[in-house]
């Protein structure tokens, strides 16, 4: 067996959510290669090459791949795919977009969103918001999975000596085109990969309170900006601060949950953080049931007087 993943990068830096999906190739099979497509990949190459259990990275470097359009994506993991036995890529929002493509037309299931392997055939995935776990078992010759990054440690990024091999790319597909892309641009840590997240909820009442509350409370701790749907969908913050099951799957060291009442999507995004601190002024909002400290208290008063312990 031979294990392929699609890594995901930016600016010629493996990203780290790729380095969990490696964990979880690894124990499938210990011969476990990595895909990347792109142009100009030199820097990003030679760092996933670096990937500790990685044996073999692929290159495909053209033109064609630099918007990371799926189409042309989908047809050259498909131009390799009966080398592997698995395809693996992170559950993100460009693997979403591709392995359901990859698994169509390889006429075979998607298994979605794994969190644990159990053997080469079987393995876990969350259901009903987090609150079951399925085990999966799949008789496809080629699997297709993506991979809940926070249901596997990472490996290390060095230590690795894979080999590097450019592979022959596909024509371009021609049936979609680039148009724009609109980013966040923040000098805080990004959300999926921060040891640290404060997240707002309806219960800051405005845009404007969500900054003037969490903002300082966030540089106190060095920490990435989160949200609650309802607040994204209240027009706080951005779309891409949205945490839980419709929004980003988040597991850091610490989580503060601030107006945030818990509702099961929320929960089901960031319940597997290693410790949670909720603040909230309902004693019955659903985030205590899973908080290891909680603060009844008025958000607009506490979380100032916090910043402020911490300043001194």
Known sequence: MTVLVIAEYQQQQIQASTLNVVSAALQIDQDVH??????????????????SGVSKVLVADDAIFVNQLA???????????????????????????????IAALLDVAQISEITK???????ERPIYAGNAIATIQSVDPIKA??????????VASTGGQASIETISSVLD??????????????????????????????????????HLVMEP?????????????????????????????TGKIVAPQLYVAVGISGAIQH??????????????KDPEA???GVADYGLVADLFTAVPELVAAMKN
Do not use: C, W
């Open 34 to 51: 990595v895909l990347i497509m792109g142009q100009e990949l030199s820097g990003a190459a030679k760092a996933a090459a670096t990937i």
């Open 71 to 101: 189409e042309n994506l989908t047809s050259q993991v498909l131009s390799i795919a009966k080398n592997y036995t698995h395809l693996l890529v992170a559950a993100s929002a460009n693997g979403k977009n591709i392995m359901p493509r």
């Open 117 to 123: 392997v159990i053997s080469s055939d079987t393995f």
């Open 145 to 154: 999975i993506t991979v809940r990054p926070t249901g596997f440690e990472p």
């Open 173 to 210: 597909a021609g049936i979609s085109q680039f148009i724009s892309r609109e980013t966040t641009k923040s000098d805080r840590p990004e959300l999926t990969a921060a040891k640290i997240i404060v997240s707002g909820g309806r219960g800051l009442g405005s845009a404007e309170q969500y």
């Open 217 to 245: 409370l966030a540089d106190s701790l060095g920490a990435a900006l989160g949200a609650s749907r309802a607040a994204v969908d209240a027009g706080y913050v951005p779309n891409d601060y949205q945490v839980g099951q």
């Open 267 to 280: 929960l089901a995004g960031m319940k597997d953080s290693k410790v949670i601190v909720a603040i909230n």
């Open 286 to 288: 659903p985030i205590f």
